[in-house]
Structures are given as structure tokens and as C-alpha cells.
């Protein structure tokens, strides 16, 4: 089956149409929860032009260098745990993450810094600075060396060296690692999208390759999506990879369509209870 990654996947459709622990997304023990698994997928950048028979990230390359709109407020603040350790935030804590244009952005980055470039209703891209004003990056099935400025295409950007909670590898060798695969493709490639590449090339975890991880037993990976102050919805996942996948989706359509799906779902399967909400953070 393993060999089917490239041929077959699997659409995310609505929380009433993916697989759950519970037919009712519920666990009894701490509150409602929704299971999510992706089998197979392409890349999601991909999938987001499939319509038009452009990937996500070459859609932007069609519209010109002019600077994209980004509103933060539509951000879906959330949190990842594997079983009990946070090991992904982003938040009012780290709200001050600042997005600068491309040409501002050149003269703060650092080797091995990890850039993500941004705009209102398309998937993030992520990449690794290398120095000299260039990234590498996984741009359709192919990694990819370029110029900052070029690879945003008019998006703005940002360094996201701090949501991940893991230890990061020296800037050498996320440079390294970065660098050594230049030019794979294809079914040469180990990684579903750019986040898990970049992820990857900084933390050197396999946890982001495809395959990784088995897809058996109790679902380990938990989305704490902040749906306000006061209330929060756990979605479960068997792997890293899935689990990134999803909260992508969540980025792409911004934060009110997210809520609104919750809502929906929640509605229709079980009476909200705030004494449920999971309420502790990072």
C-alpha cells in the first residue's frame, strides 16, 4: 500500500465525514473530541489549485509581485500535544510574531531560520533560510533552491523558528540538511507538504517524513483548536503528518469557517458542555 501514496487520497470533506474513536465524536472520559486520518493525500498546496489546474502556491505566482493581503485575526490560534507534552503553539503568546514584507524579512533572517510566507485564503508555504538571501523550499513535488523574494511571489512573511516546541539542530545542519535535497522529486520526496519539509529539516524528525509513523492504536497527536477564551475543541490524530495536514486546512480557510464547522458538527451530534472544555494551555 505503501507504494499508492502518489496514486490515491483521501478529501477532507466535513468533521461528520472523517473517521472518529466514538460514531459520535465523543469520549466519555474527557469530553467531546473528533478523530481525524488522512490515508492518503497529496500535497495540500496542490489540492488548493486543483480546480484550475494550478497548485496553491504556483496560483500566486500567476498574479504578479504585488503584496498579498494577510489578516491575523482570522488566525486559528491553536495548540498540539503528543499524548501530554505541547509540542506546537501558536497564540495570544506568540502573537508578536511580526510579518514583514519580503525585502524587510531578507535582512532579519538567519541560516537555518524557518520562514513562512502567508496570505489570506491560501495555504501557508514554509521554508528554510539558507544565506545569501536564498531558501530552500518543497514547491510543487520538488525541493527546490531560491531567492526569498522570489519564492514569496508577493506573500508576506515571517520566522516561525518558536511554535514548534522541539530542539532544534544546529543552523548548520538544518542548512545541511536543507541543501542535500535540492533537487529531489516526485516519488523521491519523503515529506506531504512544505511545512513538514522545513519541520524536518530543523528538527530532524521523522515524525514529519511520510510513513513515519504506523497508523495503529490509540490516536497519540491532539489539536487544541481555541475556539474563544473560555472554550476550546480537541480533534485526535494517529500521526504528525495528519495532524499537520489538518491544522493547514484550518490556515487555509481562516478561523470564522473554522468555528463555524465546529459549531455545525458539535450541533449536530452533541449538547456543548463547557465542564468538557479542556482548558489547560502550554
Not at 496570505?119 to 508555504?125: D, K, M, N, S
Not at 527546490?144 to 522570489?150: E, G
Not at 495532524?243 to 449538547?271: I, P, W
Request: aromatic share 8%; charged share 30%; with cysteine.
Amino acid at each position: 500500500m505503501g507504494n499508492q501514496v502518489d496514486k490515491m487520497k483521501l478529501s477532507h470533506l466535513s468533521y461528520a465525514e472523517v473517521p472518529t474513536v466514538d460514531p459520535n465524536g465523543l469520549d466519555t472520559e474527557e469530553g467531546p473530541r473528533i478523530g481525524v486520518s488522512y490515508i492518503f493525500s497529496t500535497d495540500d498546496e496542490e489540492q488548493e489549485g486543483e480546480n484550475s489546474n494550478v497548485d496553491g502556491a504556483d496560483k500566486e505566482h500567476h498574479t504578479g509581485t504585488e503584496q498579498k493581503h494577510y489578516d491575523r485575526r482570522n488566525e486559528v490560534d491553536c495548540a498540539v500535544y503528543h499524548r501530554e507534552e505541547c509540542i506546537y503553539e501558536r497564540s495570544v503568546m506568540t502573537a508578536g510574531m511580526e510579518i514583514y514584507s519580503p525585502e524587510n524579512q531578507l535582512h532579519k533572517c538567519k541560516a537555518g531560520d524557518l520562514v513562512e510566507f502567508v496570505t489570506t485564503g491560501q495555504y501557508p508555504h514554509w521554508a528554510v533560510y539558507v544565506g545569501d538571501f536564498q531558501v530552500v523550499h518543497l514547491h510543487r513535488a520538488e525541493i527546490k533552491n531560491s531567492f526569498l523574494t522570489d519564492a514569496s511571489q508577493g506573500r508576506r512573511c515571517r520566522i516561525v523558528n518558536e511554535l514548534y516546541k522541539f530542539k532544534a539542530l544546529s543552523a548548520e545542519m538544518v542548512v545541511q540538511n536543507a541543501m542535500e535535497q535540492v533537487g529531489a522529486k516526485d516519488g523521491e520526496l519523503s515529506w506531504r507538504n512544505s511545512e513538514c519539509f522545513a519541520a524536518w529539516c530543523r528538527f530532524g524528525k521523522r515524525e514529519f517524513k511520510m510513513g513515519g509513523e504506523i497508523r495503529i492504536g490509540k490516536q497519540p497527536y491532539r489539536l487544541k483548536i481555541l475556539m474563544s477564551e473560555i472554550q476550546s475543541h480537541m480533534l485526535e490524530f494517529q500521526c504528525l503528518e495528519d495532524l499537520v495536514m489538518e491544522k493547514r486546512r484550518h490556515d487555509q480557510v481562516g478561523r470564522t469557517s473554522v468555528v463555524q464547522e465546529l459549531a455545525n458538527h458539535l450541533n449536530s451530534t452533541t449538547k456543548w458542555s463547557t465542564k468538557h472544555t479542556f482548558y489547560n494551555t502550554c
